[in-house]
């Protein structure tokens, strides 16, 4: 793989988003792209793609930024109206 980003996310719900987006590592989206998700000190989700292209990284990048998104909405919503 040519091309390569990581970025971290700091969350106190981390634990919680990695656990919900975990199955969705099961799915291969693009053979042009590889996803890793790791959780580092429980407050810390890491996400890293590799990628062949830069329309590979991009639409990638695009996918788990917006299943990273709605976790967390739907972690904040859920709180919201726990309360």
């Known amino acids: 793989m040519k091309l390569f980003a990581e970025f971290i996310f700091e969350t106190e719900a981390a634990e919680m988003?990695?656990?919900?987006?975990?199955?969705e590592l099961e799915d291969n989206f693009s053979e042009r792209s590889a996803i890793g998700l790791?959780?580092?000190d429980m407050n810390r989700l890491i996400l890293s793609v590799k990628a062949e292209d830069v329309v590979s990284l991009r639409s990638?990048?695009?996918?788990w930024f917006r299943l990273i998104q709605i976790a967390q909405?739907?972690?904040?919503?859920?709180?919201?109206a726990s309360c």
Do not use: D, G, H
Request: proline share 5%; aromatic share 4%.
């Open 17 to 23: 988003i990695y656990r919900a987006l975990l199955p």
């Open 38 to 40: 790791s959780l580092k």
């Open 60 to 63: 990638a990048l695009n996918t």
């Open 73 to 80: 909405e739907v972690l904040e919503t859920a709180s919201e």
